[in-house]
């Protein structure tokens, strides 16, 4: 399972971006989709996760700015009002299952980082 993420860029403060993640290969169900970030000197953190039956659960910093969302193999992250503060690299992670050689397996992958930048 490959993973293609994009949207990433410079905004400036309070401007929007939508950044997406795409998944390929013989997908059977991905029942859990994540965003995480990860700014210069600091750790990886959970920014985002949406799960098969619509549960979604959003850090604190981004509560009612951002909202994860998905269209079939496909995560997205509409990020509102953004601050200097979220300039970050961006990843996505989706775990689910596929078919290979006729069998089930499953499968826990990482998108390519993609930058966003909130400067004036």
């Known amino acids: 399972v490959q993973l293609q993420a994009s949207g990433g860029g410079l905004v400036q403060p309070g401007g929007s971006l939508r950044l997406s993640c795409a998944a390929s290969?013989?997908?059977?169900?991905?029942?859990?989709m994540t965003w995480y970030r990860q700014a210069p000197g600091k750790q990886r953190e959970l920014v985002a996760s949406?799960?098969?039956?619509?549960g979604t659960n959003y850090v604190d910093s981004v509560k009612g700015r951002f909202t994860i969302s998905r269209e079939e193999n496909t995560v997205y992250l509409q990020m509102n009002s953004l601050k200097p503060e979220d300039t970050a690299v961006y990843y996505c992670?989706?775990?689910?299952?596929?078919?290979?050689?006729?069998?089930?397996?499953?499968?826990?992958?990482w998108g390519r980082g993609t930058q966003v930048t909130v400067s004036s």
């Open positions: 992670r989706l775990q689910g299952y596929y078919e290979i050689s006729g069998e089930v397996a499953e499968f826990s992958s």
């Open positions: 290969g013989d997908i059977l169900s991905i029942p859990a």
């Open positions: 949406l799960t098969t039956g619509g």
